[in-house]
């Protein structure tokens, strides 16, 4: 199994990215899904998940209404869209217990 994360880059405040989390050897029904990320000096969040129970998605009070979580056959996107400074955090998506590598996003005029 694999889980390849790619789209982070730096941004100016109120832009917009997405990020995309490539997968093999999954099928991603079967799975939780769920983009976090880690900020400098602070603990691994969720910010946005989708349940593997009945396709439930949440997310995370600070991106709601700018953050969109969705999924194809093999990929897992996140896209971004009026980023702030302090969505600034490299990104990580997990599939069930299944980590990624992350992807840095920096929000900074």
């Known amino acids: 199994v694999q889980l390849q994360a790619s789209g982070g880059g730096l941004v100016q405040p109120g832009g917009s990215l997405r990020l995309t989390c490539a997968t093999s050897?999954?099928?991603?029904?079967?799975?939780?899904i769920g983009w976090f990320r880690q900020a400098p000096g602070k603990e691994r969040e969720g910010v946005s998940c989708i349940s593997s129970k009945d396709g439930s998605i949440y997310y995370a009070d600070s991106v709601k209404g700018r953050f969109t979580i969705s999924k194809d056959n093999a990929n897992v996107y996140l896209q971004m869209n009026s980023l702030k400074p302090e969505d600034t955090a490299v990104y990580y998506c997990?599939?069930?217990?299944?980590w990624g590598q992350g992807t840095q996003v920096t929000v900074s005029s």
């Open positions: 050897g999954f099928t991603l029904d079967y799975y939780a």
């Open positions: 997990r599939i069930g217990t299944f």
